[in-house]
């Protein structure tokens, strides 16, 4: 009886070594084939080996692993996971807070769900709730192994880039749910199917050979912590009466070139400042400062460069304060984000010949302006393309706040703006309209030496008093710090 149940329980473990070696081979597969994707540039809803977002990435793993249809999976993280199509999850996994969160208990190929408290998409519902509080996935990824130094790695469509491994804790989420292949039947049966016989072509011929390199944090030694020193420079300047600035990009709205919801087309014409929905119209910036009882334009030149279109110079009537504004080209959006990046990430911008009153204005333009607060105004290109290069930071750059009013630019500039060195002084988490009421309640606080959180309440109360969308829901769109 005793041998029996030896061999028995023999048996059992064998069985179960059997179960987790082929559960090994179907992760390590699904990762083999969402890594020959390296290097694709993201794009919004991109489902291609030309274009791809997050969800994009594992579909096409998915088809290249089963042989099976991905348009046949949801674009709904919380059906996608009820369906089970993508594995089951993984118990101690299946919804923990960041700070529970144990990377040992992943395995390759596991799928991600990065986790985040504010809703993202009206369309679908929470992932988990957790002590009563909901979570909305805003990324997706593919768990990638360990490095030498242990540190956790995710192999994922990054926002604003391209398909890169990175350490897991570069990602921005909140909570953590991860889903897991428990089971080989469908990948054993799928390796026979037509798609996948020994005459058709090899995984993503396209991306066979692609460099396989490890992303290293990009915000390593930059990030900005806290705005301490930030606040410090700008109360000397303000005892001092010297000029403190503001810089603002603005790329004109544009039906055409940007990835949108069309608006009529006389504010959507990307060439035309005039009547520019984020520019001339009565909630552009260029008009709404030049009404504004607190503001006065000293300045206004058109045609600036190829890209800039105009440039408005306003004064604060009761303050040494200044705010330079550019409208770019609706068509030059890829252009204006990289100058945005690049003033946030060098020391002196501005330089320019152009004539400028000397009464009306005390700044060096022909040396440099530096200003103290860099904001970016109108549709997140990150959304639509990745950029060719990132600025490279000057090693004496001082601190800036950075203001960036874009749909998901919290998500998307992430990284970005973490290897850059600037604050986020006020970013978005979801979908909004980008005018000028919003920037304009944000700089009084910031002017008046505010913290991050009382500037992010000042916003949010504007942004409802034109918007009626709750002050509730107002809140939750945007945010301060990391």
């Not at 504004?325 to 003033?343: P, T, W």
């Amino acid at each position: 009886m005793l041998l029996v149940l030896v061999i028995g329980i023999c048996t059992l473990l064998i069985a179960q070594v059997d179960v987790d070696s082929l559960n090994e081979t179907i992760g390590d597969k699904f990762f083999e084939a969402a890594k020959e994707y390296l290097g694709v540039p993201f794009v919004w809803e991109g489902r291609s080996k030309e274009k791809l977002d997050c969800m994009g990435l594992i579909f096409l793993a998915y088809k290249d692993v089963t042989g099976k249809d991905w348009k046949k999976l949801s674009v709904y993280p919380s059906k996608l996971v009820k369906s089970g199509k993508l594995g089951r999850p993984v118990e101690g996994l299946d919804g923990v807070l960041k700070g529970d969160f144990e990377h040992t208990k992943l395995r390759k190929g596991d799928i991600i769900y990065f986790l985040v408290t504010e809703k993202i998409y009206d369309t679908d519902v929470p992932l988990v709730n957790i002590d009563s509080i909901p979570y909305w996935v805003w990324h997706m990824g593919i768990f990638a192994g360990f490095d030498s130094c242990g540190v956790a790695l995710c192999l994922n469509a990054r926002p604003g880039d391209k398909v890169v491994i990175e350490p897991l804790e570069d990602i921005y989420f909140d909570a953590i749910f991860v889903t897991r292949f428990d089971t080989i039947i469908e990948y054993q049966s799928s390796r026979s199917s037509p798609e996948n016989s020994d005459n058709s072509p090899s995984l993503n011929p396209s991306h066979q050979g692609r460099e396989f390199q490890i992303k290293p944090s990009r915000g390593a030694g930059n990030r900005i912590e806290s705005r301490e020193e930030i606040v410090k420079n700008l109360q000397k300047l303000m005892a001092d009466n010297k000029a403190v600035v503001i810089y603002a990009i603005v790329t004109l709205c544009d039906n055409k070139h940007q990835g949108i919801i069309p608006v009529p087309q006389r504010f959507g014409n990307g060439d035309d400042p005039k009547n520019n929905l984020y520019w001339g119209a009565d909630g552009g910036l260029k008009t709404y400062f030049k009404k504004s009882k607190e503001w006065r334009m000293v300045v206004n030149v058109e045609n600036v460069s190829e890209n800039i279109l105009e440039r408005c110079i306003f004064k604060r009537k009761d303050k040494n304060v200044y705010m330079i504004a550019d409208a770019y080209r609706g068509g030059a959006i890829k252009e204006a984000i990289f100058d945005f990046l690049n003033v946030v990430a060098k020391d002196t911008i501005l330089r320019t010949e152009i004539g400028l009153p000397v009464n009306e204005v005390n700044l060096d333009f022909k040396n440099g302006v530096v200003p103290q607060l860099v904001c970016y105004v109108g549709h997140n290109g990150l959304l639509d393309f990745t950029l060719d290069s990132l600025p490279k930071p000057s090693g004496n750059n001082k601190p800036k706040d950075v203001i960036i009013l874009a749909c998901l630019s919290k998500n998307s500039f992430y990284n970005i703006l973490d290897s850059l060195g600037g604050y986020p002084l006020l970013w978005t988490t979801n979908l909004l309209a980008p005018e000028a009421y919003t920037l304009n309640s944000a700089i009084d606080g910031w002017v008046e030496l505010g913290s991050g959180e009382e500037i992010k309440s000042r916003a949010a109360k504007e942004y409802n008093r034109y918007q009626k969308c709750g002050l509730n829901a107002a809140r939750k769109l945007f945010a301060t710090g990391w």
